[in-house]
């Protein structure tokens, strides 16, 4: 038809009829043409926005949450800056460490202090946590879905050990809101959800477990189950140890050569050095091959041996020792990723040797952010009970503990209490002064009469008391432990070994310095009703602080890996690169 057809067919479509009166019906037919092409286009319009967008729309979830919190002012000192990567989410904090301070680091590197209550007995800190920036957002929706859909289902744990436990899970207690329900795009998952970010997540929903535990019944176990003033939280700690059976991996680097990595005393009062290095390198439930999925990562240098083969007695220069941390430190810095984007706070050093705090104080990261597992815990010489380990100090004649268990029931130990060691630091020399062959009930020696047994000693001996050295860290408190002797702790600035799990008050005795003339009275004012019940709770502890080859679930080798994994709950890592000190 050509264009005048086309004119026509559009004429057709928009004209009215002609009528005897065109020329009062002209205005109004003009009007209302010009009225359809402003309506009809605008409803071409409304009905592609109603298609294509959504209700609820996702950037307005994501707009609404709280924005990136920008670095905190630095610190005074820049020099105690933490890493950049790294954050302590006070929220998920699980278990309540004896020291009243929380270390937090904030995603701009500084580190800042806040005061816990004075309550002994809270199991669970519940700090607000920091506001997150839309993508940590986007994973942290994701995160919450998941804490949500685990823990509404009932779970069953399986181990190498053939361990069956049935968790019975309850919804969380928080409330969420309509538009939590809302899918997130595909994409943005997918950018966010890294390795890392699965294994912090993981972790989320072991906080998640492990603080509504503190509410919930006490899980069955074949083995063991935690119950009794000797702990803080029984629950939290149970739970807390099967979280840590289920998925905390370990990667060992394997840098290094031995007798200095990858070995050490393992009869010795060192000996927890060696053995622990050794168990962990042979291990294969908790260590991973693959180190993007590991949790922590272990440096596997021995102090102990360090002072044989690297330090010189003569020339009394502690540099080569250190020079040997940073070198080792350097090397797996530049071969991995992994120290760089934490600065070290995921990273766990373990000594026994008194030198193994100054070993640490070798390079600042490693002292101000990495786990630190140490016999000498001297709060006074910089240990951080928040973030490092205490563990104990056992000296091991042989690699079994035949001969060192035992001892009679509390009504037939005669003597009061006991003790024979050398006279060395500030503390021994006070008890022998006071207490030397100065009393019947208490049995105080520089050196033991010929013929008497020291484990003898303990075992008929209702209190031992284990006074500092020249460090603070003793092994007669796991001797007195092993024996069924209650401890009587005397020393300045130590703190005990898993003191993060264990109630140490309710099966040991502290005296201070300033009390060793009152001695016989503190003890002599002990009821025996309650020496009984702290005597049988010490039988009941005893466990986890029994060396055993191979490990045994719950004792001291797990006791430490749980510590750490404890502490590895308490902070996160993302994967933003910081600059490593040399």
């Given at each position: 038809?050509?264009?005048d057809?086309?004119?026509s067919?559009?004429?057709?479509?928009?004209?009215?009829?002609?009528?005897?009166s065109?020329?009062?019906?002209?205005?109004?037919?003009?009007?209302?043409?010009?009225?359809?092409?402003?309506?009809?286009p605008?409803?071409?319009?409304?009905?592609?926005?109603?298609?294509?967008?959504?209700?609820?729309?996702?950037?307005?979830?994501?707009?609404?949450?709280?924005?990136s919190?920008?670095?905190?002012?630095?610190?005074?000192?820049?020099?105690?800056?933490?890493?950049a990567?790294?954050?302590?989410?006070?929220?998920?904090?699980?278990l309540?460490?004896?020291?009243?301070?929380?270390?937090?680091?904030d995603?701009?590197?500084?580190?800042?202090?806040?005061?816990?209550?004075?309550?002994?007995?809270?199991?669970?800190?519940?700090?607000?946590?920091?506001?997150?920036?839309?993508?940590?957002?986007?994973?942290?929706?994701?995160?919450?879905?998941?804490?949500?859909?685990?823990?509404?289902?009932?779970?069953?744990?399986?181990?190498?050990?053939?361990?069956?436990?049935?968790?019975?899970?309850?919804?969380?207690?928080?409330?969420t809101?309509s538009?939590?329900?809302i899918?997130?795009?595909?994409?943005?998952?997918?950018?966010?959800?890294t390795?890392?970010?699965?294994?912090?997540?993981g972790?989320?929903?072991?906080?998640?477990?492990?603080?509504?535990?503190?509410?919930?019944?006490?899980?069955?176990?074949?083995?063991?189950?935690?119950?009794?003033?000797?702990?803080?939280?029984?629950?939290?700690?149970?739970?807390s140890?099967?979280?840590?059976?289920?998925?905390?991996?370990?990667f060992?680097?394997?840098?290094?050569?031995?007798?200095?990595?990858?070995?050490?005393?393992?009869?010795?009062?060192?000996?927890?050095?060696?053995?622990?290095?050794?168990?962990?390198?042979?291990?294969?439930?908790?260590?991973?091959?693959?180190?993007?999925?590991?949790?922590?990562?272990?440096?596997?240098?021995?102090?102990?041996?360090?002072?044989?083969?690297?330090?010189s007695r003569?020339?009394?220069?502690?540099?080569?020792?250190?020079?040997?941390?940073?070198?080792?430190?350097n090397?797996?810095?530049?071969?991995?990723?992994?120290?760089?984007?934490?600065?070290?706070?995921?990273?766990?050093?373990?000594?026994?040797?008194?030198?193994?705090?100054?070993?640490?104080f070798?390079?600042?990261?490693?002292?101000?952010?990495?786990?630190?597992?140490l016999?000498?815990a001297n709060t006074?010489?910089?240990?951080?009970p928040?973030k490092?380990?205490?563990i104990?100090?056992?000296?091991?004649?042989?690699?079994k503990?035949?001969g060192?268990?035992?001892?009679p029931?509390?009504?037939?130990?005669?003597?009061?209490?006991?003790?024979?060691?050398?006279?060395?630091g500030?503390?021994?020399?006070?008890?022998?002064?006071?207490?030397?062959?100065?009393?019947?009930?208490?049995?105080?020696?520089?050196?033991?009469?010929?013929?008497?047994?020291?484990?003898?000693?303990?075992?008929?001996s209702?209190?031992?008391?284990?006074?500092?050295?020249?460090?603070v860290?003793?092994?007669?408190?796991?001797?007195?432990?092993?024996?069924?002797?209650?401890?009587?702790?005397?020393?300045?600035?130590y703190?005990?070994?898993?003191?993060?799990?264990?109630?140490?008050k309710?099966?040991?005795?502290?005296?201070?310095v300033?009390?060793?003339?009152?001695?016989?009275?503190?003890?002599?004012?002990?009821?025996?009703?309650?020496?009984?019940?702290?005597q049988?709770?010490?039988?009941?502890?005893?466990?986890?602080?029994?060396?055993?080859?191979?490990p045994?679930?719950?004792?001291v080798?797990?006791?430490?890996?749980?510590?750490?994994?404890?502490?590895?709950?308490?902070?996160?890592?993302?994967?933003?690169?910081?600059?490593?000190?040399?």
């Amino acid at each position: 038809m050509g264009r005048d057809g086309n004119k026509s067919c559009f004429a057709c479509c928009f004209s009215t009829p002609t009528t005897s009166s065109s020329s009062s019906s002209s205005s109004s037919s003009s009007s209302a043409i010009k009225l359809l092409f402003f309506i009809v286009p605008l409803i071409l319009v409304s009905f592609i926005v109603f298609v294509l967008v959504p209700r609820n729309s996702t950037w307005a979830l994501i707009y609404s949450l709280p924005p990136s919190t920008s670095a905190v002012a630095a610190a005074a000192n820049s020099s105690e800056k933490l890493g950049a990567s790294v954050y302590a989410e006070s929220s998920q904090q699980v278990l309540d460490l004896p020291s009243r301070v929380v270390k937090t680091v904030d995603v701009g590197g500084s580190s800042g202090e806040a005061t816990l209550s004075d309550s002994d007995e809270v199991a669970v800190n519940r700090s607000a946590s920091p506001q997150l920036s839309a993508v940590e957002a986007v994973t942290k929706f994701q995160e919450l879905n998941e804490t949500k859909e685990y823990s509404s289902l009932n779970t069953s744990i399986t181990d190498s050990d053939n361990l069956n436990i049935t968790i019975n899970g309850t919804p969380n207690n928080a409330t969420t809101s309509s538009n939590e329900t809302i899918a997130l795009p595909l994409k943005h998952n997918r950018q966010v959800r890294t390795k890392l970010d699965k294994v912090e997540a993981g972790l989320q929903r072991a906080r998640s477990a492990i603080r509504e535990a503190k509410n919930g019944s006490q899980l069955r176990d074949p083995d063991y189950v935690p119950v009794g003033p000797m702990y803080w939280d029984a629950k939290a700690f149970h739970r807390s140890y099967l979280e840590m059976e289920k998925q905390f991996k370990v990667f060992v680097y394997k840098e290094g050569e031995p007798p200095v990595f990858h070995d050490g005393p393992c009869k010795s009062i060192y000996s927890m050095e060696g053995n622990f290095i050794y168990k962990l390198d042979v291990d294969t439930k908790f260590q991973t091959k693959d180190p993007q999925k590991a949790h922590v990562f272990y440096l596997p240098f021995s102090v102990a041996k360090m002072v044989r083969f690297v330090y010189s007695r003569d020339s009394r220069d502690f540099s080569p020792i250190r020079r040997t941390v940073v070198d080792y430190i350097n090397l797996v810095a530049q071969k991995y990723p992994y120290w760089n984007r934490s600065h070290g706070a995921d990273h766990f050093m373990l000594a026994c040797h008194d030198w193994g705090p100054e070993a640490s104080f070798s390079l600042p990261y490693l002292e101000k952010n990495s786990i630190r597992a140490l016999c000498n815990a001297n709060t006074s010489e910089r240990f951080n009970p928040v973030k490092d380990v205490s563990i104990p100090e056992i000296n091991l004649i042989t690699d079994k503990l035949t001969g060192l268990m035992g001892g009679p029931s509390a009504s037939r130990r005669q003597i009061l209490a006991f003790f024979a060691g050398g006279v060395h630091g500030p503390i021994r020399p006070v008890l022998l002064e006071h207490w030397e062959d100065k009393d019947e009930d208490i049995k105080v020696h520089k050196y033991l009469p010929r013929g008497v047994n020291y484990y003898d000693m303990m075992r008929n001996s209702k209190y031992c008391i284990c006074p500092s050295g020249y460090e603070v860290a003793s092994p007669r408190i796991v001797e007195a432990l092993y024996n069924g002797c209650v401890p009587v702790l005397i020393s300045k600035s130590y703190v005990a070994p898993f003191s993060d799990v264990l109630r140490w008050k309710s099966f040991s005795v502290t005296v201070s310095v300033d009390d060793i003339p009152k001695l016989k009275e503190i003890l002599m004012n002990i009821s025996t009703r309650q020496y009984i019940r702290m005597q049988r709770r010490v039988l009941q502890v005893r466990r986890h602080f029994e060396f055993n080859s191979p490990p045994k679930r719950y004792d001291v080798f797990h006791m430490i890996l749980h510590s750490v994994w404890l502490r590895r709950l308490n902070v996160r890592i993302t994967d933003d690169h910081g600059a490593v000190a040399n």
